[in-house]
C-alpha cells in the first residue's frame, strides 16, 4: 500500500528517472557497439592491409615483421640475454667450467670440447657457428659434422630442402649451406604466410609420426603449439651413412623405448674414448619428457607458458620471446594458478634442487665408473670380461643424458625426471661393482686411481684434447669462412 502511494506521489519524478536510465543504457550498448566494430575493422585490418605479400618460404624474418610488427618486436627479444633465474636463464654460461665431470663422461665426443647454455633463438647460427663442435672446416667439404645440423637452426632448412632435396641436404657438409643458412629461428619455421595457420616445415616430425601411425595433418590447433616446438626440442639422431635426421619414437616417447629402439638398430653416438663403451647422446629431448609432466597431460601446450598472449588495443597475440616462463609469471603461471609470485617460484626452484641434487650424484658416480672401467682394460681385461660394464654404462649415461640434455626437465615433469636419474645413479653404482669384478679376476687389488679433474682444464688435458689448437684453429675459421659467407648471403638477397 506504502509502494503504491510513493508511485502515485512521485510519478513524475520517476518517469524522468525511467528516462534518463534508457538514455544512458542506449549511449553505453552504442559505444560497446562502436568498439566491437571498431575492433573487428583492426583485427580485419591485419590481413587486408598487408604491407608485402608472402609467397613460397621466406626465409628472412624481417620480411613477415612488416605484416606482423607486434609478433615480430617480442621475437626481436629473443637476442636478449640478460634473464637469469636460480638454476640458468638465458645468460650465457660455460657449463664444462661448472661442472668438469661432463667433459670425461663425453670423452671422445664433440661435446667434451664445448658445452655452453642454451640462448634464444635470434643467437642460433652465431652460437652454432662459433661452437667447437662444429669444428673448422675451410672448404665446403670438410668439417666434422653433417648438413644435418643445420636442421632446427633457421627458416632457411625448409626453403633449401625445397631447392637440392631433403636427402641431399642431409648427406653434404655442414660447411657446404654456411653461405645459405643464415636467418636464424623465425616466422617461416612455424608459420603458412597465406594464413598464418601454425606450419609443421621440417619432415624429421612428420616421417615420425607416419611411422607411428599417425597423421600429423589431423592435430588439433592445441597440438599444433606444442608440435611446433617439437620440430626440434626433440630427441633425434642421424640414421645412416646419409646422416638422414629420424626421431627414434617407432616404440614410444619415454627413455626405455627410445633405448630399445637404439639398441635393436645397433646405433651408437660415439665409442668413449675411456671406458670403450658404444654410447647414446641425447640431443634435447624437451617433448617427450613434457608429454609426461603434468602440465601436458591437463592439456596445456608449449605455447602455453613460453609465448604467453599479449593485447594492444583489439588485437590479442602470442609473445613471441620464447623465454623462461618464470621471466612474465604474472601473465604465465598467475594466469591459472591462485598463489603468490614467490610461492610459485619457490615450488619451481624446489622441483629443481631436488632433481639437480640427483644429477650431480650421477655425475661423479658414472665418471667413476669410466675410470674404473679404463683401469680393468689396461689391466688386460678382454672383451667377454668387459661386456657387462659396458652394457651398463651405456645404459646409466643414456639416462643421465636424456635427463640433463632437456631443457627444463626438472620442471616440466620432475617426477619422471626424478625416476630417470635414479635408474642412472643405480646403474652407475652396477657399472662400478662390474668393473670390480673383472679387476678381481685380473688380480688387480686396492683403489682405482682417480684423476683430478676439478677444473674444465684438468678434464680436457685428463682425456687428450689439445685445446690450444682447437681454439685456434676456430679463430682461423670464424675470422675468414664465416664473413665470406655472410657477404655471399647479402648480396645474393638472401640475407637482409
Not at 223 to 242: I, N, P, T, W
Not at 252 to 275: I, P, R
Not at 324 to 341: A, F, G, M, Q, V
Not at 384 to 402: I, Y
Request: aromatic share 10%.
Amino acid at each position: 500500500m506504502k509502494l503504491k502511494l510513493f508511485i502515485e506521489k512521485n510519478r513524475g519524478l520517476l518517469m524522468w528517472v525511467l528516462f534518463g536510465g534508457t538514455i544512458v543504457i542506449v549511449f553505453l550498448l552504442g559505444l560497446l557497439a562502436a568498439s566491437v566494430n571498431e575492433r573487428r575493422a583492426e583485427i580485419a585490418t591485419l590481413f587486408s592491409n598487408k604491407r608485402v605479400e608472402i609467397t613460397g618460404i621466406e626465409s628472412r624474418n624481417e620480411i613477415w615483421g612488416e605484416n606482423y610488427p607486434r609478433e615480430y618486436e617480442t621475437w626481436q627479444k629473443t637476442a636478449d640475454t640478460t634473464f637469469e633465474s636460480k638454476h640458468n636463464g638465458n645468460v650465457v654460461k660455460d657449463v664444462l667450467e661448472m661442472r668438469p665431470e661432463m667433459v670425461v663422461l663425453w670423452a671422445g665426443y664433440a661435446f667434451s670440447q664445448d658445452y655452453s647454455s642454451p640462448r634464444g633463438h635470434m643467437h642460433a647460427l652465431d652460437d652454432m657457428r662459433n661452437s667447437l663442435r662444429t669444428g673448422a672446416p675451410m672448404t665446403p667439404e670438410e668439417g666434422p659434422q653433417p648438413a644435418t645440423c643445420w636442421a632446427c637452426k633457421s627458416p632457411d632448412v625448409p626453403r633449401m630442402m625445397a631447392d637440392v632435396g631433403i636427402e641431399n641436404f642431409y648427406s653434404k657438409k655442414w660447411a657446404a649451406f654456411g653461405h645459405e643458412i643464415v636467418n636464424p629461428v623465425g616466422c617461416a619455421d612455424c608459420h603458412n604466410p597465406q594464413n598464418m595457420n601454425i606450419n609443421i616445415s621440417r619432415p624429421a616430425l612428420a616421417e615420425a609420426y607416419e611411422r607411428m601411425g599417425m597423421d600429423i595433418g589431423k592435430s588439433s590447433i592445441q597440438e599444433l603449439r606444442s608440435l611446433a616446438c617439437a620440430q626440434c626440442h626433440v630427441e633425434y639422431y642421424f640414421k645412416g651413412d646419409g646422416k638422414y635426421l629420424t626421431f627414434p619414437w617407432d616404440k614410444g616417447m619415454t627413455v626405455e623405448t627410445m633405448e630399445e629402439y637404439y639398441d635393436e638398430a645397433g646405433f651408437t653416438d660415439w665409442t668413449h674414448k675411456l671406458s670403450k663403451t658404444p654410447m647414446l647422446k641425447a640431443q634435447h629431448p624437451d617433448y617427450e619428457l613434457f608429454k609426461l609432466g603434468p602440465h601436458a597431460q591437463r592439456g596445456l601446450s608449449c605455447a602455453d607458458c613460453h609465448m604467453p598472449y599479449k593485447t594492444d588495443g583489439a588485437i590479442k597475440y602470442s609473445d613471441h620471446q620464447l623465454v623462461s616462463p618464470l621471466l612474465n609469471i604474472d601473465r604465465t603461471c598467475l594466469s591459472c594458478h591462485r598463489d603468490t609470485k614467490e610461492n610459485l617460484m619457490k615450488y619451481v626452484y624446489e622441483y629443481q634442487d631436488k632433481v639437480l641434487e640427483i644429477r650431480d650424484r650421477v655425475e661423479k658416480e658414472l665418471v667413476k665408473a669410466h675410470v674404473e672401467a679404463k683401469y680393468a682394460w689396461d689391466n688386460g681385461a678382454n672383451e667377454k670380461q668387459m661386456e657387462p660394464v659396458l652394457k651398463l654404462l651405456r645404459a646409466a649415461q643414456w639416462r643421465w643424458d636424456f635427463a640433463v640434455a632437456s631443457h627444463g626437465a626438472s620442471f616440466h615433469a620432475p617426477v619422471e625426471t626424478q625416476r630417470i636419474m635414479a635408474h642412472a645413479l643405480d646403474k652407475s653404482y652396477q657399472a662400478q661393482l662390474e668393473a670390480k669384478k673383472v679387476l678381481e679376476v685380473l688380480g688387480v687389488t686396492g683403489e682405482v686411481p682417480m684423476p683430478d679433474i676439478s677444473t674444465k682444464e684438468k678434464a680436457q688435458k685428463y682425456i687428450g684434447l689439445d685445446m690450444k689448437d682447437l681454439r685456434e684453429k676456430k679463430e682461423v675459421f670464424n675470422s675468414t669462412i664465416i664473413p665470406q659467407w655472410i657477404e655471399k648471403a647479402k648480396s645474393s638477397k638472401k640475407l637482409l
